[in-house]
T-cell receptor, first 115, second 115 residues
Framework: NAGVTQTPKFRVLKTGQSMTLLCAQDMNHEYMYWYRQDPGMGLRLIHYSVGEGTTAKGEVPDGYNVSRLKKQNFLLGLESAAPSQTSVYFC??????????????FGDGTRLSIL | AQKITQTQPGMFVQEKEAVTLDCTYDTSDPSYGLFWYKQPSSGEMIFLIYQGSYDQQNATEGRYSLNFQKARKSANLVISASQLGDSAMYFCAMREVNTGNQFYFGTGTSLTVIP
């Protein structure tokens, strides 16, 4: 039971470097989400996708890009990393709204530090 | 305006006692879902319980119950017979049907169970 898998789990970048976080889910979920978690601020939505080939901005999208070329994968990119992007990043997936009790399933998170 | 408000940054409870974690929400969508997640110090997000906006009865899952007061827009989590393993961050979340299926999270409550 893999569920939602995030890679890498930890990463340290220098300011200005780029990187891509990968999220993969094996539950055939339509919806996928990227969040960042900072102390005292809960989870804030960066971008999300309601299906293959579609993405939308969340609450804090600036400095990030995403792509969903395959249903099972959702990529989060940082083109030019900044210290303000130091955070823990969570990927989540869910079924389409319809069944009434479908929560999000989360990955274990990626701890990213920008020096 | 905040969609989800958790007013208790930190709570303490004696082992074996019950504790209530507060959550209020704001929505004009008649169809929505309310969720509680637990985040232990290891970092993963664990789904605990769900309440749908049309559910007539309060949800229960083992030692967890959700005190749903629709008119007050509150969805408090009640943990009965607290255990040391309940020490964690707890997040309340809401999913609205008509806003692109985003999930909105509160800032969390840190619960410490005292032996």
């Amino acid at each position: 039971n893999a569920g939602v898998t995030q890679t890498p789990k930890f990463r340290v970048l220098k300011t200005g470097q780029s990187m891509t976080l990968l999220c993969a889910q094996d539950m055939n979920h339509e919806y996928m989400y990227w969040y960042r978690q900072d102390p005292g601020m809960g989870l804030r939505l960066i971008h999300y996708s309601v299906g293959e080939g579609t993405t939308a901005k969340g609450e804090v999208p600036d400095g990030y890009n995403v792509s969903r070329l395959k249903k099972q994968n959702f990529l989060l990119g940082l083109e030019s990393a900044a210290p303000s992007q130091t955070s823990v990043y969570f990927c989540a997936s869910s079924l389409r709204w319809g069944d009434s009790n479908q929560p999000q399933h989360f990955g274990d998170g990626t701890r990213l530090s920008i020096l | 305006a905040q969609k989800i408000t958790q007013t208790q940054p930190g709570m303490f409870v004696q082992e074996k006692e019950a504790v209530t974690l507060d959550c209020t929400y704001d929505t004009s969508d008649p169809s929505y879902g309310l969720f509680w997640y637990k985040q232990p110090s290891s970092g993963e997000m664990i789904f605990l319980i769900y309440q749908g906006s049309y559910d007539q009865q309060n949800a229960t899952e083992g030692r967890y119950s959700l005190n749903f007061q629709k008119a007050r827009k509150s969805a408090n989590l009640v943990i009965s017979a607290s255990q040391l393993g309940d020490s964690a961050m707890y997040f309340c979340a809401m999913r609205e049907v008509n806003t692109g299926n985003q999930f909105y999270f509160g800032t969390g409550t840190s619960l410490t169970v005292i032996p």
